[in-house]
């Protein structure tokens, strides 16, 4: 029978994992990453079925010398546990689907597809099986945002009044026609990012307003020039994507201001965090400072880690299925893109 297997509940040896898909933009750190983490990981292969891709990426020194397998072969792995699925963004949640149904935990990129009610199911099929869904949003796990969360967290910054953010880059031709596929455009395939800190630090949004646009000089079906609006009781959160931007990466940002305080961060990677407080709190003085925060090892090294955790059973994940799917509603929401 295919994909007789189903992933056992804690463990101490290494965790048996495979990637399935190469085309995703974070595929390659993503399997780099894994083989780094040698204590934590045995990878048993890869799949991607597209020849020509496969002679494109084997010589690449993250796919060096690793097994590329079929799906079953794959699935079918004695003892196998985990799956990092980094497919093509339409293929995603439906190659989620098959690894849950065999029995596996995955750590799956993001975005989770264009459909809420898949996003809905794929949960649904997790939770019943007791298995885990690692989105694959790297700034829960990016040092500046850990400690934002955590002055959340105490109460440090009062209650949150403003929250402003900034995703951008300059995207080449190529990289507009791949995301031209996107009604959404760049606010449904890279700030996605944005909005689960968002929902992380404020919850769900009681409404979300998009506002999509194209570049004058750029009339390709692309948009390039988003803002989304989400509403909370007391507040507006504000979350803007530019992809015609020159400076886009330097000017990658996410503030959060409370009645106590402020915590910047600018640009994301690597983080450059500047705080505000009305009162010392903790080792962190009165007023306006910058922080020194010690940049992470490599951009996915301590998700992978902490998924091993989870896997191990040693804890739980933070961020649950109900935070998924209220993050996932908020993203296509926030990029004019329909809910169903």
């Known amino acids: 029978m295919l994909f007789p297997h189903v992933a056992s509940g804690a463990q101490t040896k290494r965790i048996r994992i495979g990637q ?177 800190a968002m929902v992380t630090v404020l919850g769900k949004p009681q409404s979300v307003t998009a506002f999509n646009r194209q570049a004058f000089a750029n009339r390709d079906g692309f948009v390039d020039n988003q803002l989304a609006v989400f509403e909370y009781p007391d507040m507006v959160a504000n979350i803007r994507c530019n992809h015609v931007d020159p400076f886009g990466f330097a000017r990658r940002s996410f503030e959060v201001v409370g009645e106590a305080g402020l915590f910047r961060i600018e640009p994301l990677e690597p983080p450059s965090v500047r705080i505000g407080l009305d009162r010392a709190r903790g080792s962190f003085k009165k007023g306006l400072q910058d922080v020194v925060v010690q940049p992470a090892e490599g951009r996915y090294d301590d998700e992978f880690r902490d998924l091993a955790k989870v896997i191990r059973g040693e804890k739980e994940l933070r961020w649950d299925s109900q935070h998924d799917l209220t993050v996932h509603e908020a993203v296509l929401r926030g990029s004019g893109m329909p809910v169903e």
Not at 79 to 100: F, G, I, K, N
Request: net charge negative; glycine share 8%.
């Open 20 to 196: 399935i898909g190469t085309k995703h933009a974070h595929a390659s750190g993503k399997i780099s990453a894994i083989r780094k983490l040698n204590d934590d990981f045995e990878i048993v292969g890869i799949v991607e079925p597209d020849e020509a891709r496969r002679a494109a990426v084997g010589s690449q020194d993250a796919y060096r010398d690793l097994p590329f397998l079929t799906l079953e072969q794959l699935l079918n792995s004695d003892a196998l546990s985990a799956v990092a699925v980094e497919t093509t963004v339409d293929q995603l949640v439906p190659t989620a689907m098959l690894c849950l149904q065999a029995g596996k935990h995955i750590h799956l990129d993001k975005p989770a597809g264009q459909s809420m009610s898949e996003c809905r199911k794929m949960h649904e099929e997790a939770d019943r099986r007791g298995l885990t869904i690692q989105m694959g949003y790297m700034l829960r796990y990016n040092p500046a945002f850990v400690m934002l969360f955590d002055f959340v967290k105490q109460g440090w910054l009062g209650p949150i009044t403003e929250l402003n953010a900034m995703m951008g880059k300059f995207a080449d031709p190529s990289t507009r026609r791949q995301l031209a596929r996107f009604s959404g455009g760049g606010m449904f395939e890279l700030a996605c990012h944005l909005i689960d």
